[in-house]
């Protein structure tokens, strides 16, 4: 079980930091990933981290803005949200891969958190 939370209201260029915990579930057996659904919209890609933190990607839309990062210890996955913009709005969800390595797609997730939601107000 995934539990995603950090989301809420956000002026445009403010902050948030998304947290994605697990109970009865070691994270760090997986490949992270966060993703995105607005309203209206398919569900797509935001972020992802190896197995072992030693590598990330973002999509293009978040590059050099959003962080993703992982704590063992805490059993957690992160996702810093910077300089947020009204087009981030939508409710965030974080996957757990039986993988080394992201995916883009979300189809190779096996396991979903209930999602968090993001609004970011102009």
């Known amino acids: 079980q995934l539990q995603a939370s950090g989301g809420g209201l956000v002026q445009a260029g403010g902050s948030l930091r998304l947290s994605c915990a697990a109970s009865?579930?070691?994270?760090?057996?997986?490949?992270m990933g966060w993703f995105r659904q607005a309203p209206g919209k398919e569900r797509g890609f935001v972020a992802g981290i190896s197995r072992s933190a030693g590598s990330t990607y973002y999509a293009d839309s978040v590059k050099g803005r959003f962080t993703i990062s992982r704590d063992s210890a805490k059993n957690t996955v992160y996702l810093q949200m910077n300089s947020l913009k009204p087009e981030d709005t939508a409710r965030y969800y974080c996957?757990?891969?039986?993988?080394?390595?992201?995916?883009?797609?979300?189809?190779?997730?096996?396991?979903w958190g209930q999602g968090t939601l993001v609004t970011v107000s102009s």
């Open positions: 009865g579930r070691t994270l760090s057996s997986y490949a």
């Open positions: 996957a757990a891969r039986s993988a080394t390595y992201y995916s883009t797609r979300d189809s190779d997730y096996l396991y």
